[in-house]
């Protein structure tokens, strides 16, 4: 039995579900249009689709509740967040679910917050990608970058990790050290050594000359 007041207890869950609407539209127009956000009012289960935006599923406000939201309405020790599960829009098209149920002060269910992402765009590229990426195995080894060009960023990037910064945020006294490091221990006798060293400070050539000196 509720020990709030019915009047109160509407108030409260009509706040929710305000503030609910406010939060789908934020994440619609920022994931818009790949991503239907959808708000469910679990307190009317035969017209449960409060709002939705970016509409892939065909679906329309006042629509049921799915099987889902029947679930959380029937067990409030239902999970309150169910992220990244396989799903499928009436045309067949894949998606990729999320929804997260939302409870009142009384730890009852009356709302669910959940997004649809439409996977066939993504998939599309990541085909697209995968083959522009695939090589074909070759009898010639070939290497376009400079003898020890990778030894060089590499020591660079070691010494950044052991100052807990990044190469390019590496302070001028910082970096004039790492530079007469390079230089001692042989790393810019290569050709284009203080080139690919520069490129991957983020200064110039002339910057890293000077840093040696």
């Given amino acids: 039995m509720s020990t709030i007041p ?19 539209q934020g994440l619609a ?21 409060l709002a939705i935006h970016n509409n892939l599923s065909g679906r329309a406000t006042s629509d049921p509740a799915t099987e889902l939201g029947l679930a959380r309405i029937a067990d ?12 499928q829009f009436a045309d067949g098209r894949p998606a990729k679910s999320t929804s997260i149920g939302i409870k009142d002060v009384e730890g009852r ?3 669910a917050l959940c997004m649809n992402v439409d996977l066939t765009l993504f998939r599309s590229m990541q085909n697209a990608l ?3 990426n695939a090589t074909d195995a070759s009898p010639v080894q070939e290497s376009l970058d400079p ?3 990778e030894a060089i960023r590499r020591r660079i990037d070691q010494y950044a990790a052991s100052l807990a910064s990044s190469p390019q945020l590496l302070k001028a006294g910082e970096r004039r050290a790492l530079m007469r490091e390079l230089k001692v221990g042989g ?11 520069a490129s991957h400070l983020g200064i110039s050539r002339a910057t890293a000359y000077n840093d040696i000196k």
Avoid: G
Avoid at 10 to 16: I, M, N, T, V, W
Avoid at 76 to 87: D, E, F, R, S, V
């Fill in 130 to 132: 995968e083959q522009f």
């Fill in 6 to 24: 019915a009047d109160i207890l509407e108030a409260h869950q009509a706040s929710l579900l305000d503030q609910l609407e406010q939060i789908a």
């Fill in 109 to 111: 269910y009356v709302a």
């Fill in 147 to 149: 003898a020890n060009a």
């Fill in 29 to 49: 127009k920022t994931f818009a249009p790949f991503c239907e956000v959808v708000v469910h009012d679990l307190r009317d289960p035969k017209h449960a689709v």
């Fill in 187 to 197: 790393f810019l006798e290569v050709r284009r050594a203080i080139e690919i060293a």
């Fill in 76 to 87: 409030n020790n239902y999970p309150q967040i169910l992220a990244n599960y396989a799903n």
